[in-house]
């Protein structure tokens, strides 16, 4: 039927279909057939799948993608063929898949401004979404708009291949089994820009920031909830530094319509909250085309810092509760217990301890209570007991304060003895 995307079989199951367009897809069960799908059936029919394939070899749309023990991918037309048998699934299935519609960059009612961003290609875009949201589709549209529009030479990167695209756009597999090889073989055939489907593993953020900083043009689809877990997906696999050139665009992807275009700029600043003589580098995570400023992305001490703007004056500062998150770490390590901070301005906090474990905390001359504040950018910090702390508060620790008492009752019942004694 015009409206099924995926059909699924599998043994002594009945067969369902999931219907619908991108975003209202919905999973029906089909009335059972007088012939029941048995083991036996879907055997009998993979076979007659790989001999379709086989038979059509001619056909540059016909072929076995991928053939192991346990797990087969066929491509027939625009047929994603999937089979599976013990001991790789609990029993054999069949799953075909294949695209509801096929939209052209037009259908999307885009801004001008993101069309003409996209005429760029010497840029890194994510395509981010959930499953089944239309994020693919997003980007066969683009590659063919970049193709017949614009004039650029478009390849793809799949495993497995899973785009319907114009002939006239290559689409590489894995070379023996590695995107890595296949970067490489990118790199010898000078495309203008090159889609990368399914960006997922860690390897998989290393090869698309290598080809990024290469200076190809580069397009990545990758799963994620929103477009800002897309770029905190990145963070780790690539130096912060380097982040916004890899990265640029990120076009967030709900029900088959574009929800959000985030866009990375790299600048020299103090981070919103922070002193002027606290600059430093900042990944500033702005909305397109507005130029709205949503995040800021820094390096506070040996963390990567994502810290939300909007709604800041609102809220607790972000950047004080990410400094006492690291102090109270750091100290936790220097002396083994918990302490707490409170901050007394924008630039100074104090902290409380034990009375015995303040010594330790400060360092000889101060040098740890320095190597501390330098650290976290020039914050000015104090060093106070626990017997300070302003009323109210409850100490990080009450163990601590019961093991104190339990030492007091000791020492006096020790000195009564030695009392009693004379």
Request: hydrophobic share 40%; net charge negative.
């Amino acid at each position: 039927m015009d409206d099924v995307q995926t059909v699924f079989l599998k043994a002594d199951c009945p067969p369902r279909v999931k219907r619908g367009h991108i975003g209202q897809l919905r999973l029906v069960e089909v009335e059972e057939s007088p012939d029941p799908w048995d083991t036996l059936a879907l055997e009998a029919l993979e076979e007659r799948l790989v001999d379709l394939a086989e038979n059509n070899r001619h056909r540059s749309d016909c072929f076995l993608e991928i053939d192991r023990h346990g797990c087969r991918v066929i491509q027939l037309g625009d047929l994603r063929i999937t089979s599976a048998w013990p001991p790789f699934s609990d029993a054999r299935e069949i799953t075909v898949v294949r695209p509801v519609t096929k939209l052209s960059l037009g259908d999307y009612d885009l801004d001008e401004r993101l069309v003409e961003r996209l005429r760029n290609h010497h840029r890194g875009v994510f395509i981010c979404g959930r499953p089944g949201s239309g994020k693919t589709t997003l980007a066969q549209a683009i590659a063919e708009y970049l193709d017949t529009e614009v004039g650029a030479l478009v390849k793809t990167m799949e495993a497995p291949r899973d785009l319907q695209l114009d002939s006239r756009i290559t689409q590489y597999a894995p070379l023996e089994g590695d995107l890595e090889k296949t970067a490489e073989i990118i790199f010898l055939v000078r495309p203008d820009f090159v889609i990368f489907d399914e960006v997922r593993r860690a390897r998989d953020f290393e090869i698309f920031a290598d080809v990024r900083l290469a200076g190809v043009g580069l397009l990545g689809v990758t799963h994620a909830n929103s477009a800002l877990e897309a770029i905190q997906r990145l963070i780790g696999k690539v130096e912060l530094g380097l982040v916004s050139q890899v990265l640029d665009t990120i076009l967030h992807v709900e029900s088959g319509a574009i929800q959000q275009v985030l866009e990375l700029r790299m600048t020299v600043k103090p981070p919103t909250g922070m002193q002027e003589e606290l600059a430093r580098p900042v990944i500033e995570v702005v909305e397109f085309p507005s130029g709205k400023l949503t995040h800021e992305m820094f390096a506070f001490g040996s963390e990567i810092a994502v810290v939300p703007i909007e709604g800041r004056e609102a809220q607790a500062n972000p950047v004080q509760a990410l400094a006492k998150q690291h102090m109270l770490g750091v100290i936790r390590q220097w002396v083994g217990v918990d302490c707490e901070v409170v901050f007394s301005g924008s630039s100074s906090a104090t902290v409380y301890a034990p009375s015995n474990m303040i010594a330790t905390l400060v360092g000889r001359g101060g040098e740890n209570v320095r190597q501390l504040q330098n650290e976290l950018g020039g914050l000015r910090l104090s060093i106070d007991s626990f017997d300070n702390m302003p009323e109210g508060m409850e100490r990080p620790n009450r163990f601590w304060d019961d093991d104190r008492r339990s030492q007091n009752k000791a020492n006096n019942k020790r000195k009564g003895k030695n009392r009693r004694n004379r």
